[in-house]
């Protein structure tokens, strides 16, 4: 024996049943578009520090490479010993300037990969890296700011601009 308690017509919305389901559907899509962000962060974040532009100061500068020197350049005509220091495992010397390390990543969009030593020096005329067991010299302009890498494969240094203190106070 079967029993319907339907009428003849199609069925029709009980009160409130409309705005229980718009909630449900609204909420599913809310969480697919916050899944999405989510799942697009990696491709959206910098792969390295010289990419990222701080709004209100337009493009980085353009970089070049440092010029590389001999270690008899590096000591030729200073009467002091150069300021050293280590971080993450690699041993820094530069003859002036200030430092300001952070690591980095090497890999793919910079969020994978081994993570090495990245140091901004600022006007530092000459700059020394020694690591495992390889040594890097390196000249920068008068003036200029430098970036050093120490990359598991190699040491990268890059001149990026002249040296404003003027710029860092905003």
Partial sequence: MARDFGGAGPPKWRRGQRLAVARIRGGQLFLL??????ASLPLAMPASLEQTVILGHGKPAPTRPCQPITEAAFNRGWTNDPLIFTFS???FARRRADADCSSGKHGLFGVMGAIYPTCRFDAPYQLAVIDHGRTS???VPPGDTAVVEAAPQETRC???GRYDIYALTG
């Fill in 33 to 38: 578009l916050a899944l999405l962000l989510i």
């Fill in 89 to 91: 495992g690699v041993t």
């Fill in 158 to 160: 890059k001149v990026t």
């Fill in 137 to 139: 010299y390196f000249a």
